[in-house]
């Protein structure tokens, strides 16, 4: 007995999917979910082999992180590919590092698809910015410590100092530097310039990943520390006196200062 | 053939988890494994059913949360609690909202333990603070519009104004107050002194959940918006540009000021 059979294009979706940090067990089990079910993925820079694993075999995986010297998309040219893949394979993810929606352009990405009347969900991942600090047991807020943080990477889009950080280093919030190591000696100053010379500082390179590595520090000191200990990106940079909460830190920062 | 067993007590170990602003599925892999495998559970308000169900049937439960008229555990207990708990179960799982290390208290917890010589690990939770603003489709960063974002609570721990809020108003940052609806009078005022009575504002309620409400408007509109929409706890309150770069919203804020 045979049927026929009528096969119709699936309907196109897109998800954006927050990847987290790094470590594959860090992502959310919607995202998991996302990532197995997709059958194609657009992915960006620094999301790790054990991530795209979960992927269907025979889904496309396409590469269009912006790093280094390779070949790289323009915004535009991601935005049109999600769309030509949605309506060519259907369920199509967006993978990105962190949190789609925190310093990632999600949004942007969100509201071009949504333009062509397609699907869109935005999936959260865990950010960098808390999960990167706490990692390395420094919580952004603590009671009678910090009672608030504030986020900012070091430059804006035109590659200048953020123009925020010239508030933020005024207030008593924790702060938090995403892509900022290579702004360090201008962050120092602007600092030393504010008289908190003595502030506590951590940088943390390769955030959840079993490379990971921290220094601490005051503003006066973690330019020379970090050179000292080869620190370089992808680092954060912590500062406030929460970074003092840790007293492993509080020993190796002793340690130093008798060198 | 008989074999004689011998039963040592398992190590102690407790793992302080995240568990997500509320939906299942926002669950870390990590986290989901730790509940899996617990022994036993110690769990605060907000920590939804579907979450606990992943737990093995024969894990012992225990509600830690300090909500309403119930009987509370102090501080004070609930980390006495933990290592007890340790020594007695071998592997604890203390699950937190949200992540445990924002406004949390899970660093005090990790410190409390560790000074036992019990081994801690903190597994990192997606933070209502950026997830809640992101399923209602707000980033809390967005190039040309916000270069940061800000997150505080309402009061401090005296259950004052938090004195970090005079400082967040006056800043470009992306403004999150987390629970803070029952002091929204409080900050429309002090939005207004600093001549901030047009800036957008988001009120949302109940997270990542299916009663999940949105509400928006300005300084000026949103106490009573919140009144008509009968906006309750817990909310999260955004401020900033950052609100009006979804469509939907800037006709909603349309139709209510034609009302």
Same sequence: chains 1, 2.
Avoid: C
Avoid at 52 to 61: G, Q, R, V
Avoid at 96 to 109: L, M, N, S, T, V
């Amino acid at each position: 007995m045979k049927y026929n059979t009528y096969t119709t294009k699936p309907a196109p979706t897109v998800k954006i999917v927050g990847a987290g940090p790094g470590d594959a067990d860090l992502l959310t089990i919607k995202a998991y979910k996302a990532i197995k079910n997709a059958k194609a993925i657009l992915y960006d820079a620094l999301i790790g082999k054990e991530i795209l694993d979960f992927a269907n075999p025979e889904a496309t995986l396409v590469y269009v992180g912006k790093r280094a010297n390779n070949h790289s998309y323009t915004q535009e040219e991601i935005n049109q590919l999600m769309v030509d893949y949605a309506y060519n394979y259907g369920n199509v993810v967006r993978l990105k590092g962190g949190d789609p929606y925190i310093f990632g352009r999600g949004h942007e990405e969100y509201n071009y698809v949504t333009s062509f009347g397609i699907d869109v969900e935005v999936i959260p991942g865990i950010s960098s910015a808390i999960a990167v600090p706490e990692l390395s047991n420094i919580p952004l807020t603590k009671r009678g410590i910090s009672e608030s943080f504030w986020v900012l990477t070091a430059t804006n889009r035109k590659g200048e100092l953020s123009k925020d950080l010239l508030q933020a280093v005024k207030s008593d919030a924790t702060i938090v530097v995403l892509m900022g190591v290579g702004k360090l000696n201008k962050i120092v100053e602007l600092y030393q310039q504010n008289g908190k010379q003595e502030l506590p500082v951590a940088i943390i390179q390769n955030g959840s990943l079993k490379t990971s590595k921290t220094v601490v520090g005051s503003v006066n000191t973690i330019a020379e520390i970090a050179i000292a200990n080869k620190i370089g990106t992808p680092g954060i940079i912590v500062l406030g006196e929460v970074v003092n909460t840790n007293p492993a830190f509080i020993l190796e920062k002793i340690r130093y200062e008798n060198k």
